[in-house]
């Protein structure tokens, strides 16, 4: 089993960066891909970005492409989330999502979840 603590988010005026981090403990060696979902008031939960434990690749959905970055520092296992130039649009309950294989962009074979962290934009 793995459990997952995030830190961070916060309100933010549009335009402005935010970082939310995401620790991982228990079997973490049985971890093969991180990342981030998020799900806005009213919405369906959403894939973010990923991070490929094994050769660090990356991955993002369209909307925060170029805005977002995502990172890992080994030591800690922990991965990070950092966004800039937010737009009211990205105001969601941001949620960390570790699995034993890669991610799929369906919330629903996500076996490992934290707590979620709420991002809110103002414009």
């Known amino acids: 089993q793995v459990q997952l603590v995030e830190s961070g988010g916060g309100l933010v005026q549009a335009g402005g960066s935010l970082r939310v981090s995401c620790a991982a403990s228990?079997?973490?060696?049985?971890?093969?891909?991180m990342g981030w979902f998020r799900q806005a008031p009213g919405k369906e939960r959403e894939f973010v970005a990923a991070?490929?434990?094994?050769?660090?690749?990356?991955y993002y959905a369209d909307s925060v492409k170029g805005r977002f970055t995502i990172s890992r520092d080994n030591a800690r296992n922990t991965v990070y989330l950092q966004m800039n130039n937010l737009k009211p649009e990205d105001t969601a309950v941001y949620y960390c999502?570790?699995?034993?294989?890669?991610?799929?962009?369906?919330?629903?074979?996500?076996?490992?979840w934290g707590q979620g962290t709420q991002v809110t934009v103002s414009s």
């Open positions: 999502a570790a699995a034993p294989y890669v991610l799929s962009l369906n919330p629903s074979t996500v076996p490992w």
């Open positions: 991070f490929r434990w094994s050769d660090s690749s990356t």
């Open positions: 228990g079997r973490t060696y049985s971890i093969v891909q």
